[in-house]
């Protein structure tokens, strides 16, 4: 048995499309390769086949090992609520909410699980490749640490560091962590790489030696700046505030960022098509008047995030969206906030209480305790759809009787009288590429037959192909068999 674990220098160093192209590039050479990240912190999810929900780059990792995504994948998931809480997330399973007050104290007791989940995990391949989160350079957090250093001790994993050029100061960064690290944690790094550059690699061949004399670690490789990972779908928001508009086509498909956004990588394969530019409208700025189609997208506090729609004016611009004549999909917590009333009896989302909603759909949604997670299959306007369902509530009401979809499960969602307003439970729904092009025929659009499974399948060999040729693959697979047996 081998492992192998990247951490980064900081947040956003590319960590996550890193292990997804090595996965893919040790399943390519013919080894039993599986993802595996202690505790992640995202909105961003994907329901698993065994019931649960993981990181969106988890699942993607999996995807990248052409094996089935599985909670033990992903073993600690925190979900950021309103007001400084996450839902906590163990083994797929909702546990309960952390505060920013007990989160230290809580996390040391979710090492078992997180050891419970990684041992499974190992036996049933040739290596693991774990994934870090953050930097082990935070050490104000190092205490109860089971996300970086305390993870890689515990299971005695080897460790990578990676580094960021494109952000500047990569030899600071790389260096500097190597002297702000107990000695026990430092050694557990056997190595860098460097990600994420652009131009000459002669241009860097001295400070690269300078990183490995001063630090003491040898250099895994020099990374260029690999475009096709533009092709593969985000976990972090961070990524909505660097890229907020995708140039495209004439027809515009605007989403409102929400605080508190959830699954935002739904609208990834709209980003595809030729005939549609798809903006993302951060707070302060109002919906485009000649957008054809808003999106209301998931979030994490349903409620919260209503208060936030009506605080940016962007109710008032969807009313008058919607007198034009515009298009208008909610999809899940947006699904809600079309309706009458969002109750929630029980403070799954923060006291209890209930909140009016937009009163574009005529339903109304009571939060509950238990989360619908399932894969889900069926049809939508007239196209076959797979997606998964994960939310908490119940919408019922007079337009739910012309649901949106028809799945295995059952009717799901609500189109209002006149079809302009829809709204559904289902993630995932655009990329089902008959549903795409129903819903863009909708607006005016006629869609492509762009399959988006087969991009991102592409981009994750385009992306293996790449570290083939820049990475030292062979001295990452022998560091892995360092690992304990």
Known sequence: MAAVMLQGTGSDVGKSVLVAGLCRALANRGIRIRPFKPQNMSNNAAVTEDGGEIGRAQ???ALACRVAAHTDMNPVLLKPQADRTSQLVVHGKVRGTLN????REARKALLGDVMASYRRLRATCDLVLVEGAGSPAEINLRAGDIANMGFARAANVPVILVGDIDRGGVIAAIVGTRAVLEAEDAAMIRGFLINKFRGDPALFADGYAQIAERSGWRGFGLIPWLRDAARLPSEDAVVLERNPRKPGGDTLI??????????????DPLKLEPGVTVAMIPPGRPLPGDAALVVLPGS???IADLAAVREQGWDIDLRAHHRRGGAILGICGGYQMLGRTIADPHGIEGPAGSAPGLGLLDVETELTRDKALRPARGTALGAEIRGYEMHMGVTTGPDTAASFALLDSGPDGAVAVGGRVLGTYLHGLFASTGLRRAL???IGVAGSDIDYAASVDAALDAIAAELETHVDIPALIALAGEAPQ
Do not use: E, H, V, W
């Not at 920013?100 to 989160?103: L, P, R, T, V």
């Not at 605007?254 to 609208?267: E, G």
């Open 100 to 103: 920013a007050g007990n989160f």
């Open 440 to 442: 863009l025929a909708r």
């Open 59 to 61: 699942a993607l990792q």
């Open 254 to 267: 605007a989403c409102p960022m929400l605080p508190r956004i959830a699954n935002f990588d739904d609208l």
């Open 300 to 302: 994490k506090a349903t």
